[in-house]
């Protein structure tokens, strides 16, 4: 018998969050909606509300909050506010486990507060480990907390992992290259927000989207590798492969290759996240492998030195991965406004690496300092 899973969403209007609950409707009343949570979007979520009636939603922002309340009064629906009302969602006994699908450094304090509960956690938010992987992952293996993979590419890790790590000589994280694979740095110079926004193979949001234009997500997930899969960072490896249908794949010390292949569709690695250690069926589109052709190519660190740039910063830690991942977020925000150049995102985040003075043996409370350091700083060389 399949017990009844009970969750906390957070993120919920957000692509992964939407895609999450497009799955929660898949699977034949086996998951729960106990909370959603979001940031400002009130029409969504008054329809999310309405669809799944969870007992709480949460609105980070407080004006969207108050014209949530009076949308759904005629529902028995707690409307909570701001971190503290997520913090709360996430540590609510009901809950079994909290899908972290926050955009951004924002998702490392619930995502700590769910561990320490106990909670099982379905991480679609790299940055949290990015910002905090140490602290993440030695206070998950203190609350023998389980800490499953949403992101695509660390799902097929996961699934391609056998129980004796310890014969495992690298892992290999595909990169689909993004819209502008094979560029120049010259023909980079031209690019626009419109290009950047016009991903090739997947559906994303508009950061991950940028960061996928510009490789830092490749970084970014190189982070999150070595935190979740304790793998050295000489022994992760970053091909490109355009067609974005292997999504993963681990070498072991044999020579063997496993990998992990399946259409560009997230709704496969969030419903093994939260199925697991079980799969359910679905009705999702298979991947048809007739006709295809499969190709791999070394990624391109001087046209796009986001990648190199992460991998330096993972190997030297402490606060520095925190710094670069908030001042991306701040730079790809501008990017986003048509603030600062495409080329202009790299050069920013660099400066700001450069000037941050690392501090080691890092605690929440230092986390956060480095986070609203850069923060300020970006701001500042943007204007």
């Known amino acids: 018998m399949i017990r009844l899973k009970t969750l906390t969403l957070l993120g919920s209007t957000g692509s992964i969050g939407r895609q999450t609950l497009d799955v929660v409707r898949q699977t034949d009343g086996r998951l729960k909606i106990h909370a959603l949570a979001a940031d400002k979007s009130v029409k969504l979520m ?56 926050l955009s951004g450094r924002i998702g490392l304090e619930p995502t700590l507060a769910a561990i320490k509960a106990g909670k099982s956690i379905a991480l679609a938010n790299k940055e949290t480990l990015v910002a905090g992987g140490d602290l ?55 690019v626009t927000l419109e290009k950047a926004l016009c991903h090739p193979n997947w559906d994303m949001g508009a950061k991950i989207t940028i960061d996928s234009a510009t490789m830092m997500n490749k970084g970014l997930e190189v982070i999150e590798a070595h ?66 052709t499969l190709t791999f190519h070394e990624p391109d660190m001087e046209a796009f030195p986001a990648l190199a740039m992460a991998y330096r910063v993972g190997r030297r830690g402490g606060t520095l991965p925190a710094v670069m991942n908030a001042a991306n977020e701040v730079v790809v925000s501008a990017f986003l406004q048509k603030r600062v150049t495409y080329l202009g995102i790299q050069e920013i985040v660099e400066t700001i690496c450069a000037e941050h003075h690392v501090l080691d043996n890092m605690d929440l409370g230092s986390i956060l300092d480095a986070d609203t350091w850069a923060r300020r700083r970006a701001t500042e060389l943007i204007s």
Not at 143 to 171: G, R, W, Y
Not at 261 to 285: C, H, V
Request: with cysteine; proline share 6%.
């Open 46 to 101: 008054e329809e999310q509300a309405r669809l799944f009636r969870p007992a709480v939603v949460v609105m980070m922002n407080e004006d969207a909050a108050l014209e949530l309340r009076g949308r759904l009064r005629d529902l028995p629906i707690k409307v909570d506010q701001g971190m503290d009302g997520i913090i709360n969602s996430v540590i609510a006994p009901e809950v079994d486990t909290v899908i972290t699908a």
């Open 136 to 190: 993440v992952m030695s206070t998950a293996r203190k609350m023998k907390c389980k800490i499953l993979p949403v992101d695509s590419e660390h799902s097929a890790i996961f699934q391609c992992l056998e129980e004796n790590l310890d014969t495992i000589e690298k892992i290999i994280l595909t990169a689909s290259g993004g819209p502008f694979f094979g560029w120049t740095k010259e023909q980079l110079s031209t």
């Open 227 to 292: 935190h979740l899969f304790n793998m050295d960072y000489d022994a992760i490896e970053v091909l490109i492969h355009p067609q974005s249908v292997i999504h993963s794949m681990v070498e072991y010390q044999d020579g063997s290759v496993l990998a992990q292949l399946g259409r560009p569709d997230m709704r496969l690695p969030i419903q093994y996240a939260l199925s697991y250690p079980t799969r359910w069926k679905n009705p999702f589109e298979r991947l048809d492998l007739r006709g295809k």
